[in-house]
């Protein structure tokens, strides 16, 4: 029997091989998608996704607490761990079965197994019923990373999990140990700390959040420290010692090695791309530490073999991942396509205060040879978030002194996960300062403050 042929293949159904798929189906593509695992991948139900809906329990939870301030009564407070993990489950299903309903739609062919490729246009798809060949000029690998495991610091879902096990926490850890303080380890710290967990986070970098702004990281570890979490930065744990119930971190700084008792800890140290077992080397696809190397239009050099999201390189985010798909559909289908400006791509912490970014750091802004002029504006100066009660947070803006283009922008505090787009379509549509100033931004909202730390990289901010 004829192997059945497709104008698109796409390896992996997460937010960039879904996306890629429906976008290609479309414009008129036959689209074939083969998942091994589930429908949406990492993102929708072990990543992004399920985490915000338990930190939403937690910011609920943090508020109920706070019921006195704002003139309520709230008494007998309390959680269900369970119930909460249910929520979050029960949110990455509903939007798994949605990405199905939106392929089938679409008309897109969904293969559910392991694939491989074994020849040049050629996908073998191994499923319980044997193993299948499809064919595609086009071969996009959406095959997304895992966690990065260090040795020594090995899960066992029992004492040391990985994000997987601390979506769905058996227990509530007392004493937690979180290695690592990038967005995925802080966004754990901050759910477990606000339930109550004695917590404390490791960084091997000299600060919290390292790829944020250093001004953005010091408010962020201010605040988390002030919630009762410890923060050791330049620290690095070199041994686990593991017996029942407890686990003996060594924790080594410039000063030595200490040890303390945790009974969990959570490993989030970075990720590796899923390369491995597909047959890409024998193609002549060309690795680099775990990640597959592509030009602008994330084309591999293999003709017809397109990488996509995490696979391909930071930064690792799911829309990032959805866009490249999109871009690289329309490529296959002959349209003109625009590659993705990395700079325009916004970084989101949901801690508690979220982080938010685009762009350049005010470090990086100067590195890149920049003279800059800096704004900043405070929370405390804006009424609404007054009003709502968060005081704490910050808004930062860097620009080019010379010509006035916006080079990054940086927050802290409430809901800045949704504000950052306001400056994320400046920084696409190449805005100055003058567009920024002259736009009438609404009040009462936290959304003034973007145009007040605008107004003071000038020295003419209004409301400090």
């Known amino acids: 029997m004829a192997a059945k042929s497709f104008d698109m293949i796409v390896i992996g159904a997460g937010p960039g091989g879904y996306v890629a798929a429906i976008r290609g189906a479309q414009l008129g593509l036959s689209v074939a998608v083969v998942e091994r695992e589930h429908l949406g991948g990492i993102c929708l139900n072990w990543g992004c996704i399920p985490t915000k809906a338990l930190l939403r329990s937690a910011e609920v939870f943090h508020l109920m607490h706070r019921a006195k301030e704002f003139g309520l009564k709230a008494e007998g407070l309390g959680y269900d761990l369970d119930a909460v993990v249910a929520r979050s489950r029960a949110v990455a299903k509903q939007l798994s079965g949605g990405i199905g309903h939106l392929l089938k739609k679409n008309k897109v062919t969904v293969l559910m197994g392991e694939a491989t490729l074994p020849r040049p246009g050629v996908v073998a798809v191994k499923t319980g019923a044997g193993t299948e060949e499809i064919t595609a000029k086009n071969i996009i690998l959406a095959t997304g990373a895992r966690a990065r495991v260090l040795p020594g610091l090995e899960a066992d879902g029992d004492l040391v999990w990985t994000y997987k096990h601390a979506l ?179 970084g989101c912490t949901y801690c508690t205060p979220q982080v938010a970014s685009v762009g350049l750091t005010e470090e990086k802004a100067k590195a890149a040879g920049h003279e800059v002029r800096v704004g900043r504006f405070p929370f405390i100066g804006n009424g609404k978030a007054i009003a709502l009660g968060e005081p704490e947070g910050m808004v930062k803006t860097v620009f080019d002194a010379k010509t006035g283009e916006l080079l990054g922008a940086h927050m802290v505090g409430a809901e800045v996960t949704e504000l950052i787009q306001g400056y994320v379509i400046g920084r696409t549509l190449e805005t100055t300062e003058e567009d920024l100033m002259h736009t009438v931004f609404p009040h009462p909202t936290l959304s003034e403050m973007m145009h007040e730390a605008v107004l003071d990289a000038y020295g003419r901010a209004l409301h400090m």
């Open 168 to 346: 769905t926490p058996k227990r509530m850890p007392k004493k937690l140990l979180v290695i690592g303080s990038g967005a995925i380890g802080i966004e754990f710290a901050s759910f477990f700390n606000t339930l109550g967990a004695d917590t404390t986070v490791v960084e091997v970098m000299d600060r919290v959040l390292p790829v944020e702004d250093a001004e953005i990281s010091a408010f962020a570890k201010k605040q988390f420290v002030k919630q009762g979490m410890k923060i050791l930065e330049k620290t690095t744990v070199v041994k686990l010692d593991r017996s029942p119930g407890k686990v003996v971190a060594h924790l080594q700084d410039a000063k030595g090695t200490v040890t303390a008792d945790f009974d969990t800890v959570i490993s989030a140290v970075g990720i590796v791309g899923n390369v491995e077992g597909l047959g890409l080397e024998a193609l002549g696809v060309k690795i680099d530490r775990t990640h597959v190397v592509v030009d602008e239009f994330c084309r591999t050099g293999v003709p017809g073999l397109y990488a996509i999201g995490d696979i391909a390189g930071a930064p690792w985010l799911a829309h990032k991942a959805s866009h490249e798909g999109v871009m690289v559909a329309e490529l296959i289908a002959g349209k003109h396509a625009h590659p993705i400006k990395p700079g325009t791509i916004a």
